[in-house]
């Protein structure tokens, strides 16, 4: 392997932006370029460095006096401007030296006003050092509530719980256990970076340093706000000869909300639906998954089957659940994972035989989705939706995975149904069927990544029903086969 045209690359790139510090005035130092940004007459010296990742990392910026700018969210801990947000490292615009320079002296011009329309991220961990001590640290809602005792205890995948409690009474040198507090600052507008920092802005309700001093508080929970929204952080705190220090901690919320928080924008619309899902194969059950993560808190499975070694491959569940029905695998997975009660979902370990057993479905739930890949159960289904004056989805694999079809039955707007997929083309090359004894048909080669994405055609689908907001009145059908090579000369 050959880095050549890597190296080359960066030897150009940087070159190109040093060359553009130089026509901008900057002078070369030992480890970092000098000058001056800003509009005329409130200019500020600055010293450039280049990081190792460069041009694949932004510059850095650091003032030469360090309280020539003021102190705000927008520097880091070492007081280097805050320039490149995570989201913001398209095209790596930061190569070409005059745009760089432009962005830092529009930065001074926001700092100077004082960050009018700032957005409120909730990074205060970033103005503290890291601290040894790699465990994550969780808390609830009962556990952060301001200015008290908690504890945080040792759990399993090397997590710390915490949970309210008393002060501890005296030292203690086990690291299982940790006393500690929840202090809330309130409203931040200049983050603390030191204990001295926070301690000044607490209330003199507890003498936090004492029993910081006293190792019977060794965790600070740091509670803030920036607008309306709330953040926290996890600090260890230690006495020192020099005072206290304050390193951060890895924390998260253990809560509801933060554990559905990213379950999509449709979420608060899809808590109170109710999907039946028939047919708890590998679609049906990737299918149940992704609406449970999305925020559909009922749900229905109907399979009359049970979990056998050669279903896992392709199947949600996994080895642990060979043997049981499958709408009870299913049931159990998502009760396991996510925010849903065994309450939460019924399930019926039987196949549909009847049309009142599905005029009942439809009636009693938002949707129905039909995973089988029955023809005479999509039959069944379909025209007892048609009567009924309801719409069900159904999903099918076809062609050993290489297509896969999302219909609404009956279609919406009275337009016509999908039209039949092209099978594969005569006299491609196809592997011999595989048998296996207990199956009357071949064994489906359809992979399991296919399963994938049909499942997800299929949800995107049925969240559009559920929220009123239907993505095409008749569904969906793509070929996922890859197109035929080509052998250019």
């Known amino acids: 392997m050959n880095l050549d045209a890597y190296t080359d690359y960066v030897a150009f790139t940087r070159q190109h932006f040093e060359e553009g510090l130089l026509r901008a005035g900057f002078v070369e130092a030992e480890t970092e370029w000098r000058g001056s940004v800003g509009p005329s007459g409130n200019q500020v010296e600055v010293a450039v460095f280049l990081p190792e990742r460069f041009p694949f990392g932004p510059p850095k910026v650091r003032p030469t006096m360090e309280n020539s700018v003021l102190w705000s969210w927008h520097r880091e801990l070492d007081g280097s401007l805050c320039l490149v947000a995570e989201d913001d490292h398209d095209e790596l615009w930061w190569v070409e030296a ?16 004082g960050w009018p329309d700032d957005r409120p991220d909730l990074d205060l961990d970033r103005y503290f050092h890291r601290s040894t001590d790699q465990r994550v640290y969780l808390y609830d809602e009962q556990a952060s509530v301001g200015n008290t005792f908690i504890r945080f205890r040792q759990d399993k995948n090397n997590t710390m719980r915490a949970s309210r409690g008393t002060t501890v009474q005296k030292a203690r040198n086990s690291t299982k256990e940790f006393g500690g507090y929840v202090v809330d600052l309130g409203e931040v507008d200049v983050p603390p970076r030191t204990w001295a920092d926070i301690s000044a802005r607490i209330q003199p309700q507890v003498d936090l340093d004492s029993r910081i001093r006293r190792r019977e508080v060794n965790v600070v929970l740091l509670k803030y706000l ?11 705190v230690i006495s020192t000869v020099d005072g206290i220090e304050a390193r951060r901690l890895t924390s998260a919320a253990n809560t509801a909300t933060a554990r559905s928080a990213r379950a999509g924008l449709q979420q608060t619309l899809l808590c109170d639906k109710r999907v039946a899902i028939i047919g708890l194969g590998a679609l049906g059950s990737f299918s149940a998954d992704m609406l449970a993560r999305a925020g559909v808190r009922h749900l229905t499975l109907v399979d009359g089957d049970v979990i056998l070694p050669g279903n896992i ?32 979902i019924d399930v019926f370990s039987q196949n549909l ?15 129905v989705v039909n995973a089988s890949a029955d023809f005479s159960t999509t039959a069944l289904l379909h025209v007892v939706a ?20 999302v219909d609404v039955l009956p279609t919406l707007e009275g337009v016509p149904p999908l039209p039949p997929l092209p099978t594969s083309q005569e006299g491609s090359q196809r592997l011999p069927d595989l048998f296996e004894a207990g199956c009357g048909s071949p064994i489906s080669p359809t992979p399991p990544h296919a399963v994938m994405e049909a499942a997800a055609a299929a949800v995107r689908h049925c969240i559009g029903l559920l929220t009123g907001q239907p993505l095409h009145p008749a569904g969906e059908s793509r070929s996922l086969a890859a197109p035929p090579e080509r052998h250019d000369l």
């Open 353 to 367: 035989a009847t049309a009142g057993q599905v005029a009942r479905l439809i009636k009693e739930h938002d949707l």
């Open 226 to 236: 920036r607008g309306s929204h709330e953040g926290i952080i996890a600090l260890k």
């Open 98 to 113: 005059p745009a760089f320079l432009d962005h830092v002296s529009e930065w001074l011009q926001q700092a100077a006003r």
């Open 313 to 344: 491959v392709r199947h949600l569940v996994g080895r642990e659940s060979i043997g049981l029905p499958k709408v009870d695998a299913v049931r159990a997975y998502i009760v396991d994972r996510y925010e849903h009660g065994a309450e939460d």
């Open 386 to 405: 048609e009567s009924l004056g309801a719409n069900i989805i159904s999903v099918v694999l076809q062609d050993d995975g290489s297509a896969y079809r």
